[in-house]
């Protein structure tokens, strides 16, 4: 019985390494993401308003499809439903088939996301009971420095893998609205283009 608990014990240790390394990798990750998040949000409030007047100008008659693709600063993946423009003035029913795509774009960017929520709490749990072993066998021994530092080893990744879940978890809600308004609005674009058109 002894020897199994010595090689779960062996594989639990060599565990910990590894884990700090990802959970650092993850971290870094985060704050890559964290950067294209801020510059994302700085750059949609402008788009989201030339969305906006263009939708008031085309349900009214003033303006036509054509129009939207001459726009500039669209947000999101309005602005890469833009970018296909020729090809869907050339053919409509492309359109449907862009929007499609841009909604698995979506969901993939979004499920990256999810990743980082799931995965950094996990690796922040893994961090905290790994060193739970050594520091317990430290305390049985009276070794206090021993114990001490695995409970620092401990508690530092449980902060780590909360703060990379949490960092995730609000970027994945904020882009989770923004990507639901972006393709509502393509959607809109597609019912236009099967009804004939603008003006």
């Known amino acids: 019985m002894n020897?199994?608990?010595?090689?779960?014990?062996?594989?639990?240790?060599?565990?910990?390494?590894?884990?700090?390394?990802a959970l650092l990798l993850f971290l870094a990750w985060g704050l890559l993401e964290?950067?294209?998040?801020?510059?994302?949000?700085?750059?949609?409030?402008?788009?989201?308003?030339?969305?906006r007047q263009f939708e008031r100008r085309i349900l009214q008659g003033e303006c036509s499809l054509e129009d939207f693709?001459?726009?500039?600063?669209?947000?999101?993946?309005?602005?890469?439903?833009?970018?296909?423009?020729?090809?869907?003035?050339?053919?409509?029913?492309?359109?449907?088939?862009?929007?499609?795509?841009?909604?698995?774009?979506?969901?993939?960017?979004?499920?990256?996301?999810?990743v980082g929520i799931r995965i950094g709490p996990m690796l922040?749990?893994?961090g905290t009971l790994?060193?739970?072993?050594?520091?317990?066998?430290?305390?049985?021994r009276g070794d206090m420095e021993q114990m001490a530092q695995n409970l620092a080893v401990a508690f530092s990744t449980t902060v780590l893998g909360l703060l990379v879940g949490g960092l995730f978890f609000v970027m994945s809600l904020s882009r989770r609205r923004?990507?639901?308004?972006?393709?509502?609005?393509?959607?809109?674009?597609?019912?236009?283009f099967e009804e004939g058109g603008g003006k």
């Open 34 to 51: 964290l950067g294209g998040f801020l510059r994302e949000r700085s750059t949609r409030k402008d788009g989201m308003e030339h969305w």
């Open 69 to 114: 693709f001459s726009m500039d600063s669209l947000p999101g993946f309005l602005a890469k439903f833009q970018e296909e423009g020729p090809s869907i003035l050339r053919k409509p029913i492309y359109a449907a088939k862009v929007s499609e795509d841009l909604e698995i774009a979506a969901r993939g960017k979004l499920g990256r996301m999810s």
């Open 124 to 126: 922040g749990l893994m």
């Open 178 to 192: 923004w990507y639901a308004m972006d393709l509502v609005a393509v959607d809109f674009l597609c019912r236009i």
């Open 130 to 140: 790994i060193p739970m072993g050594p520091a317990l066998l430290g305390l049985s």
């Open 3 to 21: 020897v199994f608990v010595d090689i779960l014990y062996s594989i639990s240790s060599f565990l910990l390494v590894p884990v700090m390394v």
